[in-house]
């Protein structure tokens, strides 16, 4: 999961060597962190909270065969 995340965030900004993403598992939920450049903060988030839902869709659907919830938190 922390790879895709990752792929999709570097697709978007525009310095992808600022994305970062950080996992931390629990038993029952995976966090997945992204850090991006401030600058780029806008372009992750987009109109109205969009793309990141989008992200988070389709991280969701990758996650659909673990028992696991994944989240996906947009950090500074």
Known sequence: MKELVEVIAKALVDNPEQV???ETENEK???LELH???TDMGKVIGK???VA???RAV???AAAKSDKKVIVDIVQ
Do not use: P
Request: proline share 0%; charged share 15%; glycine share 6%.
């Open 20 to 22: 970062a993403v950080t």
């Open 29 to 31: 939920s995976v966090v």
């Open 36 to 38: 991006v450049a401030q």
């Open 48 to 50: 109205q909270g969009r």
């Open 53 to 55: 839902k989008a992200i």
């Open 59 to 61: 991280v969701k659907a």
